[in-house]
């Protein structure tokens, strides 16, 4: 019903940027929020950052200042616009959408994007 398109991975130098876009496609459903993950070789998959359709968001702590998500809800597009990035933050980022399905029956789900890598390193 939902598919998760992730863009702008990429390789950077440490204290560079990158811009991550994120955007959903789909029908019968309604956007609840979206959000970024990121997951490293032999690392559990985290939070990076989130924001719902209010505007609310949500970041790691490992990213507070440095990052900054933003989205369109009519687009279902997300963006993370990450800088003075870290060869920490080298890793493959996931875009997550929750949306409510209305059919067959209402209920909450997610779906998940391809993943988009991203190496910071000199």
């Known amino acids: 019903q939902v598919q998760v398109v992730e863009s702008g991975g990429g390789l950077v130098q440490p204290g560079g940027s990158l811009r991550l876009s994120c955007a959903a496609s789909?029908?019968?459903?309604?956007?609840?929020?979206m959000g970024w993950y990121r997951q490293a070789p032999g690392k559990q998959r985290e939070l990076v950052a989130a924001i719902t359709t209010g505007g609310k968001t949500n970041y790691a702590d490992s990213v507070k200042g440095r990052f900054t998500i933003s989205g369109d809800n009519a687009k279902k597009t997300v963006n993370l616009e990450m800088n003075n990035l870290k060869p920490e933050d080298t890793s493959v980022y996931y875009c997550?959408?929750?949306?409510?399905?209305?059919?067959?029956?209402?209920?909450?789900?997610?779906?998940w994007g391809q993943g988009t890598q991203v190496t910071v390193s000199s």
């Open positions: 789909g029908s019968g459903v309604s956007l609840v929020a």
């Open positions: 997550k959408v929750w949306v409510i399905i209305h059919a067959p029956e209402r209920y909450e789900y997610d779906y």
